[in-house]
């Protein structure tokens, strides 16, 4: 139980473009979703904090209006990267949690996101 | 299927006291196996393994990689109330439609 799917699992871009990037839970309902981010050995980022039906809570220095994110079910949250550029390369990972508890989370697989 | 078990999901421990957790994992062409630990927000990275029999360590906390018998183990010496978190186990693959794996986790809780 407790699956959490992510898709794309890789996506190769030119700079410029938008990229989204799905998040679900497979087989239960997730109130709550992050989305984090991670550098080679460095510990996830934090990005937002999303609520279905709400608007995500992002964290100092992520910009809301570059990575948009969509929570409009309770299986189904999505982060879009616009106008991406070569340093939003990276691995982007949600989890899903069914309550509101940080201890709570399913990872998904991740995405990796390549601009060119 | 690409799949990461950690053991035990969850352990009780006393202070002093040494704990091993494991990470077993199948991943199709393995680039790498990380651990983590996870107290409030975001985890925080401890270790990145990606050779076998090569010990990493850092204060209490060591790991080791066995990608013959595809595990890997956290031990933590002496613990103290502040280990009491959740350790998260992934590995990485180098294709596949998975390419970071989670464990559930281990929740490790540390009493005085």
């Known amino acids: 139980g407790a699956v959490v799917s992510q898709h794309p699992s890789w996506v190769i871009c030119k700079s410029g473009t938008s990229v989204k990037i799905e998040c679900r839970s497979l087989?239960?309902?997730?109130?709550?979703m992050f989305w984090y981010r991670q550098f080679p050995k460095q510990s996830l980022m934090l990005m937002a904090t999303?609520?279905?039906?709400?608007?995500?809570?992002?964290e100092q220095g992520v910009e809301k209006d570059k990575f948009l994110i969509n929570h409009a079910s309770l299986t189904l949250s999505t982060l879009t990267v616009t106008s991406a550029h070569p340093e939003d390369s990276s691995f982007y990972i949600c989890?899903?949690?069914?309550?509101?508890?940080?201890?709570?989370?399913?990872f998904g697989p991740g995405t990796r996101l390549t601009v060119l | 299927e690409d799949k990461v078990v950690q053991s035990p999901l969850s352990l009780v421990v006393h202070e002093g006291d040494t704990v091993t957790l494991n990470c077993s994992y199948e991943?199709?062409?393995?680039?790498?196996l990380l651990w983590y630990k996870q107290e409030k927000k975001a985890p925080t990275f401890l270790f990145m393994l990606?050779?076998?029999?090569i010990e990493k360590k850092s204060g209490r906390l060591s790991s080791i990689l066995d990608k013959k018998e595809l595990f890997s183990i956290l031990n933590i010496t002496a613990t103290q109330t502040g280990d009491s978190a959740i350790y998260l186990c992934?590995?990485?693959?180098?294709?596949?439609?998975?390419?970071?794996?989670f464990g559930k986790g281990t929740r490790l809780s540390v009493i005085a």
């Open positions: 989890s899903a949690s069914g309550g509101f508890s940080y201890n709570e989370q399913f």
């Open positions: 087989d239960f309902q997730a109130t709550t």
């Open positions: 999303s609520n279905e039906g709400s608007k995500a809570t992002y």
């Open positions: 991943v199709t062409n393995f680039r790498s």
């Open positions: 990606t050779s076998s029999g």
């Open positions: 992934a590995v990485e693959g180098n294709s596949g439609n998975t390419p970071l794996v």
